[in-house]
């Protein structure tokens, strides 16, 4: 009798990347869903856009790439790329912002590069980090937390760029926390003031600590799925409330308490799914602990005296850069070898 | 993988030897499978008969393949030697029943590549007639040379999987710490080595015994894992029957693969045999538990090799289970041994689902290597999805038993840097599997090592084959220079003999000159009177004035010519 | 403006003796050239490359007056080797001097031979066992099949035979074969 052959392993394998995808997805609803709530529709437009944009924009560069077209969109990379940039970006921003995010994070940054597994920077950030450069008055439209425009005026804003009734753009939006914080500090005052303000909550900003946890449970959640590994999230939130303690130790009124960075901004959404990404990270076990403690003090770097309120995409970005390097200092030692 | 039962202990290097193997340790990596097993341990051993023909390689192990004796139309009978060994690495063949030798040629053989290779194939005649066994010997008061011998004349190679003769790994007995006797069985499916320790654990220990005696080592251990209820009771009865034999029983965790040498080692000793070296560099032998029973038939009763366990399993046969084959018996008669074919069977694999192939056609033969046939549906283990692309998420690395960058060796050996996928580590490479199994693109990183590695002996031997072209036209280039060199000289040699020329190296144109020069100094010197000038005629005379007038006349003419 | 550019003039000559003295000091010996070509030509000595033989083809490639594209044994692996050692850019194999083709061996046919020993003269490396009047053989391992035996034989009584592939010497196929792959990227 004759039978087939293939090569070993031949058992069968439950895993898959797209299995990987749509668990990183699952992971994010709750923070999704807690984001939407303090900041409303814009959330899911930007979502929506994002998506959508990502896989079109991938569907087409496989086309004319010559790939299997199908199959890799069914891995959900692209996807998870677009809803990532969309979780970044202010709920209140026009719509060709996600637009020109998506396309550049999926065009340039991820298929110019060879698609996935080849790029070297987190796509997702690159998209955010370019409009955050390009477009600098958009990026900034954030609605105050919990109180934010209804559907129309939302859909009004994001879709024509005005308000209904030519309301000034001031009347719904809002500084964050973060960006609160760095004017209030420039400006001379303290932040023992500032705390008692309405833009603080328990821990961090107003609203965002809500985020912030509903990302750390969905973090979580893939840690225990076994869809990431804990040494980047762990590493990176380390390094943030390391360097956070020693300067609030210093100087309190200066300097923010470590928790308030742990949960402000996008320090667990960034710690759990967007360091993780594990085609930009670095690939050895010592090499990601030091890519992700990495990532934590330049992000507190960049809050504190960098020109931007938030450091968590310039900060993967440079370890991206340092991925490589870090993978070769840090090599394993083989077994039956004597020290690498 | 965290082992809760026993308490872990800190691997070093060289770490002394436990005493008593309490404290285990551990590897990095490595999967917890589903074992599969009950299926096949359900009934006892049972023999799988004589088939009709026997196909016999002339290689089942690694090392030269053997030398055939018996010519095509011979009678031979069971036990007879049919092939000798060639060289030092390498193990004879024996004829496991009596019949008639029809064929010496190429026959599919079990291996990867699905080529054919010499086989010896014998018609069996069903009376299974043996031939005079070699004498069984008392082990204890036999010299351990000896003993090594009747090892290498049975034709004992590793029945574990790897088949390496058995003489050549006892070669290295002196100052051997340990002796590790393999019974940590691991991968999935795979039952032959705890059928046998369960039913014949006295064959076991009996061999252990007879190795002790080689080796002498300090301590022995018998490793099998902690998922094996009935063999680790049985080998306990024998063991207590056997008296004091200083062999421990260890029991390991069932992690795969634990059962590789080089990984049961490391924890059961803390100790990791060197890369590229061998356990013996360390003062430790491991063998396996198939190994032994055979070492004790061939020494205690002198029966060669001839016959082994192997498990037929999977949901492709009917009655699944541990057989007792004949070497040489084709896989079509061992799976109608167990039952035959279920309606639904597709695959068909020599070894188990990690490490072993797939073969193309079923007329392939047991040989002194095959552990387990696997005959499986295709709902049981489908034809894998297409490979993605690498996303580098490091599960390969968590899982490499052998503390690998399995990532970094993919992309090397896939480019064909071969150099810096031998710098990783990749002749470090058990091939066990776990990377591939975990791997969510499903690459098959396996199939990647392996072509690198045979693609880099392949270059390595072309290039021997190259150096040692280089070598012999360089020497045939100086040969004819030589040669015209010589020509050269004997010719000129020849033209100054002949030319004469004045050449003070020659003795003897030297005398020649001589002899010359004392003629001419001597015709010179002498008065050269003519001896005919007395007693002359007239007439003569006035001849003679006339010839002298003549010739002074001449002279003076030509002095004044001149 | 002239004090800037003496110091930069200064700091160049400076650096230029550092840098000339470090050349020197730090050098890394190292085989001729000649040698690491020839380290890594196939030595069939054949002569397709239009040279008498591998020796002389590596000494004209370090003279510059051959390309590094002309030895069909070598093939690919070869042109890919040299042009790392070298720093050039790899090229394919110029068709003029042959193709690459699987190794080959030669056999003499017994039956044929008339002992006349042209073909052993005519061997690179000696791989032809005979004398005037006695059975010629082939010493198959030595044989680098270059060929160059069968045109001087005058009863064209050698054969040339392929090696093929055993299971001594066969090896794993590249796995892209087997499963196809998304991306078709190398």
């Not at chain 1, 809002?174 to 609160?180: E, H, Q, R, Y």
């Not at chain 2, 260890?250 to 059961?268: D, S």
């Not at chain 2, 199994?437 to 990183?445: A, D, G, N, R, T």
Request: aromatic share 6%; glycine share 10%; with cysteine.
């Amino acid at each position: 009798m004759e039978f087939r052959t293939w090569s070993s392993p031949h058992l069968p394998v439950n895993d898959s990347v797209a299995a990987m995808m749509r668990l990183v997805l699952l992971a994010l609803l709750p923070g999704t869903a807690c984001f939407f709530w303090l900041f409303g529709w814009g959330v899911l437009f930007n979502l929506l856009i994002a998506g959508v944009t990502a896989v079109v924009a991938e569907a087409i560069m496989l086309m004319l790439r010559k790939r299997a077209v199908t199959t890799t969109l069914l891995d959900g990379s692209a996807l998870l790329a677009g809803c990532l940039l969309a979780l970044a970006l202010p709920p209140l921003a026009p719509w060709w912002i996600p637009v020109i995010g998506s396309l550049f994070a999926i065009v340039i940054a991820k298929q110019l590069y060879g698609g996935l597994g080849y790029n070297p920077f987190n796509p997702a950030m690159a998209g955010y980090v370019v409009l955050l450069i390009s477009f600098p008055l958009e990026m900034t439209l954030w609605p105050a937390a919990g109180n934010h425009p209804d559907l129309a005026a939302t859909f009004t804003l994001v879709f024509s760029g005005s308000l209904q009734n030519d309301l000034p753009l001031d009347a719904v939006t809002m500084a964050t926390p973060m960006d609160a914080v760095r004017m209030q500090l420039g400006l001379g005052e303290l932040l023992t003031g500032l705390k008692e303000g309405p833009l603080f909550g328990l821990v961090g900003g107003a609203g965002w600590e809500w985020v912030n946890l509903w990302f750390l449970a969905g973090g979580l959640w893939m840690l225990k799925m076994r869809v990431i590994q804990w040494r980047i999230p762990v590493s990176m939130l380390a390094g943030l409330a390391l360097v956070a303690l020693v300067f609030h130790l210093y100087d309190p009124d200066t300097y923010a308490s470590p928790q308030f960075h742990l949960f402000s901004g996008a320090a667990m959404l960034g710690a759990f799914f967007i360091a993780t990404d594990p085609v930009s990270a670095s690939t050895t076990p010592v090499g990601r602990l030091w890519y992700g403690f990495g990532i934590g003090v330049l992000t507190w770097v960049i809050r504190t005296w960098g020109g931007y309120p938030d450091g968590v995409a310039f900060a993967v970005l440079l370890m991206n850069l340092a991925a490589p390097t870090l993978d070769f200092y840090t090599r394993t030692r083989v077994f039956g070898q004597q020290d690498r | 993988m965290r082992s809760s039962k026993v308490p872990e202990g800190k691997p070093s290097q060289a770490a002394p030897l436990p005493g008593d193997f309490t404290r285990l340790y551990r590897f990095n990596g490595g999967l917890r499978l589903a074992e599969h097993r009950a299926v096949s341990l359900e009934h006892p051993i049972r023999f799988a008969g004589v088939p009709k023909q026997l196909v016999l390689p002339l290689q089942q192990h690694i090392g030269a393949p053997a030398e055939c004796l018996v010519r095509s139309g011979e009678h031979v009978l069971a036990g007879d030697l049919l092939a000798d060994p060639v060289g030092r690495v390498s193990a004879p063949v024996h004829a496991p029943a009596s019949g008639t030798v029809v064929a010496i040629e190429a026959r599919p053989v079990p291996h990867p590549s699905g080529l054919p290779a010499t086989c010896i194939v014998i018609d069996t005649d069903g009376e299974n007639a043996t031939g005079p066994a070699l004498a069984p010997v008392d082990y204890r008061n036999t010299d351990p040379v000896e003993l090594c011998e009747r090892i290498r004349q049975a034709g004992i190679v590793g029945l574990g999987g790897a088949g390496f003769p058995t003489r050549v790994k006892l070669n290295r007995r002196h100052d051997i710490e340990l002796l590790v006797i393999n019974g940590a069985e691991c991968e999935p499916w795979i039952s032959c080595d705890q059928g046998l320790m369960t039913e014949r654990a006295a064959d076991v220990i009996a061999g252990i015994r007879i190795l002790q005696h080689i080796l002498q080592p300090q301590q022995c251990v018998l490793a099998i894992e902690d998922n094996m209820p009935s063999a680790g009771h049985a080998l306990r009865t024998a063991l207590a029957d056997a008296g004091d034999a200083g062999i421990t029983l260890v029991e390991v965790p069932a992690v795969y693969p634990t059962g590789g040498e080089r990984q049961l080692i490391r924890v059961l000793t803390g100790r990791e045999v060197p890369s590229q070296g061998l356990p013996a560099d360390i003062g430790i032998i491991c063998q396996n538990v198939g190994t032994a029973a055979a070492i004790h038939h061939a020494v205690n009763t002198g029966q060669p090799l001839l016959s082994r366990i192997v498990t037929v399993t999977g949901d492709g046969v009917h009655s699944p289970g541990n057989l007792e084959v004949l070497i040489g018996t084709p896989i079509s008669d061992v799976v109608a041994a167990a039952g035959g074919y279920t309606d639904n069977v597709e695959r068909l694999l020599i070894g188990g689902p990690m490490m072993g192939y797939a073969v193309h056609s079923d007329a392939v033969p047991v040989i002194k290597t095959t552990n387990c046939i696997l005959a499986v549906s295709a709902q049981t283990m489908p034809l894998p999805p297409p490979a993605q692309p690498c996303i580098r998420c490091g599960k390969c690395t968590e899982a490499c038993p052998a503390d690998l960058l399995p990532q970094q060796l993919y992309w090397y050996a896939r480019s064909g840097n071969y150099d810096a996928a031998q710098d990783f580590g990749l002749f470090d490479c058990i091939e066990c599997g776990c990377c591939a199994y975990v791997c969510p693109s499903h690459i098959p990183l396996v199939q990647y090592y392996r072509h690198a590695k045979t693609a880099i002996w392949t270059q390595e031997k072309q290039k021997q084959a190259a150096d040692i072209a280089r070598g012999r036209h360089e020497a045939r280039l100086e040969r004819l220079a030589r040669i015209k060199q010589e020509r050269q000289a004997r010719l000129a040699k020849r033209k100054r003999a002949v030319t004469g020329e004045g050449d003070g190296d020659d003795p003897r144109k030297a005398a020649i000159q001589a002899a010359l020069e004392r003629v001419r100094q001597k015709k010179a010197q002498a008065e050269y009177t003519p001896a005919n000038i007395d007693n002359l005629t007239d007439e003569q005379r006035r001849k003679i004035e006339a010839v002298d007038r003549r010739r002074d006349a001449d002279n003076g003419r030509k002095a004044g010519e001149d | 403006m002239l004090i800037a550019l003496i110091a930069l003039g200064v700091l160049a000559v400076i650096i230029g003796l550092v840098l000339g003295y470090a050349a020197i000091r730090f050098r890394v010996e190292s085989d001729p050239v000649v040698e690491r070509i020839d380290a890594l030509l196939p030595q069939t000595q054949c002569g397709q490359c239009t040279y008498a033989g591998c020796r002389p083809y590596a000494e004209a490639i370090a003279a510059g007056e051959a390309d590094i594209n002309q030895c069909p044994p070598g093939g690919e692996v070869t042109i890919h080797a040299l042009a790392d050692l070298l720093g050039v850019d790899p090229r394919p194999l110029n068709p003029e001097h042959g193709e690459h083709s699987e190794k080959t061996v030669v056999l003499i046919d017994e039956q044929v031979c008339i002992g006349c020993t042209l073909c052993i003269q005519a061997c690179p490396v000696d791989a032809i066992l005979g004398a005037a009047k006695q059975m010629h053989t082939v010493i198959a391992n030595e044989c680098t099949g270059c060929d160059l035996c069968i045109p001087p034989c005058p009863v064209e009584c050698i054969h040339v035979v392929p090696l093929g592939t055993t299971t001594g010497n066969w090896s794993w196929p590249m796995p892209d074969k087997e499963r196809s792959e998304v991306q078709q990227s190398a």
